[in-house]
Structures are given as C-alpha cells and as structure tokens.
C-alpha cells in the first residue's frame, strides 16, 4: 500500500517564551491508503490538535506533513479550503447538520463548492444517501431524524465528494450502544471497500474497531498496536 499521510517530526506550540505551551512534540505518522487507523488518548492528550492538523484545519509550528504526493506546508487559506473539499470528509461527534436543510441538502452542500450542475449534485446526493440506507429519509429535516440517522446523513456529506480520507472525530459519542453499533459497522463496510479511515476517540473499545490503534500521550505517540 501507498502512504496518503506522512507526519515527520511535528510540533505544535501555542505562546511563546516563557509561556509556550507544547501541544505535539516530534510526532511522526505514516497511514497507508486503505487503512483503518484509530488515534486514541485521553483529555488533553494532543489528540484533536493532530486531527486539526491531519484535516488541514489547523497549522503546525514545525516538522513536515505530506498527503498523498502533496506537501501541504506553505500551502494558502484557499488552497486549503479546497484540498479540504477535495480530499478529507469530515465526521463529527455533534453531527454539525444544519437544522433548515433536508438530509439531501445538508448532503449535497459541499458539491456546490465545487461548482457541479445541479443534476450531478442530484445524483450523487441520491447515491450516497442510498449507499448509508437513507434513500427514504432524503426530504427529512434533521430533527424528523434519529440520531444515528443524521449520522449517517452525516457520513453521506463526506462520502460525496468521494474523498481520499475519511477523518471521524469521535464518531459515536452522541449516539446510544445500538445506533454506535451501526455506525461503526457502516465504518467497517466502507474500510471494506477500500475507503481509508482515521478516527479520533478516547475509547480503547471505539479504538479496537480499528486495524491500527496509534496511543497519544502528553503530546507524543507513546505507541501503536495493529489488530
């Protein structure tokens, strides 16, 4: 397998002098296209500073980072704004739907940044949605929906722009066991179909789903163990 990400030697640091905080210290990180990573660490670990990073959502202060044949240092806001829409779909814990949208407009708003007619936005929105089991549920407005199903909507929004990452913050954490459950079964299904997935949790149970666990502590990765 080809590497998507290379992390060498990075650093975050907030402040400066004598007030500089180190938020990641000398984290080095390769994820092969295809995988299934965890990144697990408690509060406070440097694990969401890394997904900030990871999702170009967030600077470094030194070190290198490479996503697929591309170096992303240097690159500008707006470069950024569009390798993100381009590259990495986003799940997030809170689901972040926007309540006066349906499911299939909440879906099909990151396509309209990419200037697609309005028929492919349709098509797609219709296949992705279908591909979560949500082909009914397209006029539904968030709050007609159960939480496992805005997830899914939610899955369905990053999956449209056919991304090389998945990145999940805490996928599960505002669902119930049974609707987690399906959630991380859909998750599996889409490692399965050669999707590559890095997820962010606290939970070594949630991290034991993946096929790799990457541990951070104290702003380092104290370990990694493949499953």
Known sequence: MSALIEVTDLTKAYGAGGNEQIVL??????????????????SGSGKST???????LD????????????????????E????????????????NLLPRLTASENVEL????????????????H???T????GDKQNHYPNQLSGGQQQRVAIARALVTNPSLLLADEPTGAL???????????FHELHAEGKTIIMITHDLDIAKEATRIVYVRDGRIEKEERR
């Open 110 to 125: 990151p396509l309209i940044y990419q200037r697609l007619s309005k028929s492919e936005r349709k098509d797609r929105t």
């Open 80 to 95: 950024l704004s569009a390798f993100r829409n381009q590259q990495i779909g986003f799940i997030f814990q809170q689901f």
């Open 50 to 56: 890394l997904m900030n990073i990871l999702g170009c």
């Open 131 to 134: 591909r979560v089991g949500l």
């Open 59 to 78: 600077g470094y202060t030194s070190g290198r980072y490479s996503f697929g044949d591309r170096d992303v240092t240097g690159l500008s806001e707006t």
């Open 176 to 186: 119930d066991q049974t609707n987690g459950r399906q959630i991380l079964n859909l």
């Open 127 to 129: 296949q992705v949605l």
């Open 25 to 42: 210290n000398g984290i080095d990180l390769t994820v092969h296209d295809g995988e299934f990573v965890a990144i697990l660490g408690p």
